[in-house]
């Protein structure tokens, strides 16, 4: 029987097909678009911020402004009510990390150490931009393949600073605080407890890393990257962790692309906000929220029903697509 399952930190329902379809079973296309990359093209005169060189003078991740970006950091935050809405400018800041200079090479595909310089670089980053009073918030994300919202084609990942909490961040703020008021515990780190119980979902358990298919998630092949030490920000990883991170980076995205045979995806990092406002409210963030990563495929479109309910309907389940991604082989 097709089964639905209740996600624990936001409460949503999502249905799970009996029967799991296959990684090639699916019908994607992970191209963008065939004109020339901008970013090949010099970047397209973006400002540079940093720029990271090998022992030879080449540079090898470069991060810089994004000068389309919806958000600008520049006047004020113009809050204003007009009638029963509200509405404020558009500020903040997006930055392009470009994780290669080589369009055709990503970085997984460059090594640990490579994905090591990517994830100082988010640190640096992700402190400098939350130094910004104005700043509420400041996610790293990644977007491969067109149907990911990738148009250039090049590796790449961004970090967007805005004034306001987003919505999604917000639901898991509160589906943690409202987990941690009646158990007292992180619901992550009993999440991370309980996957490693059942080690049906379980992909990788590494020294500082569990990296699972959750139980009810949103996109078929989807999976989170939960570290085990309990802390609500990415910003306190200390240097194991973060070398393991690297390893971990590297061997699920190329896990991933030969799973499915180099699928479009999303991740995302979530973490606690620089500056927390209603602090009597989100006064347990500390105890409460533990950041993580989540990677998802974008190998399937989004139905009506699901647009419209909220309620995915997952087609392959979450224990057949970690199988996939743990026993497949890690050589070329
Ligand atoms: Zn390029
Ligand atoms: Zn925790
Ligand atoms: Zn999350």
Not at 82 to 93: A, C, T, V
Not at 313 to 318: A, F, K, N, V
């Amino acid at each position: 029987m097709n089964q639905l399952r209740r996600e624990p930190l936001l409460g949503r329902w999502i249905a799970v097909l009996e029967h799991s379809l296959k990684p090639d079973e699916y019908a994607f296309s992970s191209e963008t678009s065939s004109g020339t990359c901008h970013i090949c093209q010099g970047g397209g005169g973006n400002e540079e911020v940093e720029v990271l060189y090998d022992a030879d003078g080449n540079w090898i991740v470069k991060v810089v402004r994004d000068s389309i970006s919806v958000f600008a950091p520049y006047g004020d935050l113009g809050r204003k009510g007009k009638g029963m809405y509200d509405l404020m400018n558009s500020y903040g800041e997006t930055e392009l990390v470009i994780e290669s200079p080589e369009h055709d090479v990503p970085p997984e595909d460059r090594g640990r150490e490579h994905m090591a310089l990517i994830i100082d670089l988010f640190l640096r980053r992700v402190t400098e931009l939350e130094k910004d009073e104005k700043i509420r918030y400041v996610m790293v994300h990644k977007n491969y393949g067109l149907p990911s919202g990738d148009t250039s084609g090049h590796p790449h990942s961004l970090i967007t600073a805005t004034p306001v909490i987003p919505m999604r961040i917000k639901a898991e703020l509160d589906g943690a605080k409202h987990y941690y008021g009646y158990k007292e515990r992180c619901i992550f780190c009993d999440i991370l407890r309980e996957e490693l119980r059942l080690s049906e979902r379980v992909i990788m358990d590494t020294e500082h890393y569990l990296v699972f298919c959750p139980f009810a998630a949103r996109f078929p092949f989807e999976f989170w990257i939960l570290p085990k030490r309990h802390n609500c920000s990415f910003k306190e990883i200390n240097e194991d962790e973060k070398n393991d991170l690297a390893t971990v980076m590297t061997v699920m995205l190329k896990r991933l692309r030969k799973v499915l045979g180099n699928p479009p995806y999303n991740y995302v990092l979530h973490t606690a906000p620089s500056r927390i406002p209603r602090m009597e409210h989100w006064h347990t963030l500390g105890e409460d929220f533990h950041w993580h990563i989540e990677v998802m495929p974008r190998i399937k479109r989004l139905t009506g029903f699901e647009l419209g309910s909220g309620m995915y309907i997952l087609s392959t389940s979450p224990e057949d697509a970690s199988k996939y991604l743990k026993e497949v082989s890690d050589g070329d």
